[in-house]
């Protein structure tokens, strides 16, 4: 079979790799498309990433073959699943840790969503894996695992009515959290500096602004307080000491995107004595994939407009480069 393989020192190319065999309890699913994350072009850009790699974890597939202990699911079923199952019963996972529990990493795809076919493991298959009814379109199903992660910041930073949220970086992660924020009764100010995605903000809900306009919107919002909540979905560290400007007293930056900066540019007495809270999340649990794929099939979250780009498997660098560039929103990527 094709998958988009990763040779390490920026080299992606289709190449063939071996079709995974599967257990009793396992799924091989035929690939109908994979949403690219700024995940995967993380992994893309760090020297310390392994060769060779299949990366691609936002998959919608059909069930080609069931293992003979797989009851739920059948030959010809459409599904998405998700790469990282905790195992649900360890000290981590009993204390809302999910996406720490030793398990979670191990538990992964094989070889990855940018493949013709993959292997979901059984663990998988019980906890992490949907049918996507037929009214649903293959691309708004790939975004059930973004939009969990999505949930799970919402989690640790939550929004209540009467708040005044900032989504800091307004691509397809953005558009997820003006929308949860909007359905959790805040007020959001999007924050961009490209026009068109200003655009897209605003008919999500968003006041959308460029960064530099930011202040004043959130203090005319506020009462001269500041945000309640500043989620980075964009701008690495470089953006914290603008959010720690933007928020208030008391306030919580959420950080949700990795990026450059290692170490935190801001100072702990301003962390001190503003008693500002930074939050961080990783993936999500089984319990958001379930709400996500619950608000997915629902229609309650616009998320057709968010994917831009649509290209084969073989052109997976040119869609990376799309998507660093800025000039895509999300790519989808088919066999
Ligand atoms: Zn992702
Ligand atoms: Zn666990």
Request: with cysteine; charged share 20%; net charge neutral.
């Amino acid at each position: 079979m094709k998958a988009a393989v990763f040779r390490g020192g920026g080299r992606l190319a289709a190449e063939d790799w071996p079709r995974p065999a599967i257990g009793p309890e396992e799924l091989l699913l035929r690939l109908r498309g994979c949403g690219l994350c700024g995940s995967d072009i993380a992994k893309f850009v760090a020297p310390s990433t392994k060769a060779p790699a299949v990366f691609g974890h936002e998959l919608v597939g059909d069930v080609v073959e069931a293992g003979a202990a797989v009851h739920s699911f059948a030959a010809g079923d459409r599904v998405v699943a998700a790469h990282h199952v905790p195992c649900g019963a360890c000290h981590y996972c009993a204390r809302g840790s999910a996406s720490m529990c030793r398990a979670f990493k191990a538990s992964t795809l094989d070889p990855g969503g940018f493949a013709e076919y993959v292997r979901v493991p059984g663990v998988n298959v019980r906890h992490a894996t949907f049918r996507v009814p037929d009214h649903v379109s293959d691309e708004a199903a790939s975004f059930v695992e973004p939009l969990a992660c999505c949930l799970r910041a919402m989690r640790r930073a939550p929004a209540a009515p009467g708040d005044v949220v900032v989504v800091a970086g307004l691509g397809s992660i953005g558009s997820l959290f003006v929308q949860l924020a909007r359905r959790a009764g805040a007020t959001v100010i999007g924050v961009d500096p490209i026009a068109a995605r200003q655009e897209l903000g605003r008919k999500l809900g968003a006041i959308a602004v460029a960064p530099d306009e930011a202040g004043e919107d959130v203090r005319a919002r506020s009462a001269h307080r500041g945000a309640d909540t500043v989620i980075v979905t964009g701008g690495g560290a470089p953006a914290l000491p603008w959010a720690a400007q933007t928020l208030r007293d008391g306030g919580t930056v959420h950080y949700f995107a990795g990026g450059a900066g290692e170490a935190l540019p801001l100072s702990l007495e301003t962390l001190y004595q503003r008693e500002l809270t930074i939050t961080t999340t990783y993936s999500s649990s089984p319990g958001d994939l379930g709400e996500a794929f619950r608000l997915v099939t629902e229609g309650a979250i616009e998320v057709e407009a968010l994917y831009s780009h649509r290209l084969p498997l073989d052109r997976l660098a040119e869609g990376i480069a799309l998507m660093q560039s800025r000039t895509a929103l999300k790519v989808y990527v088919t066999p």
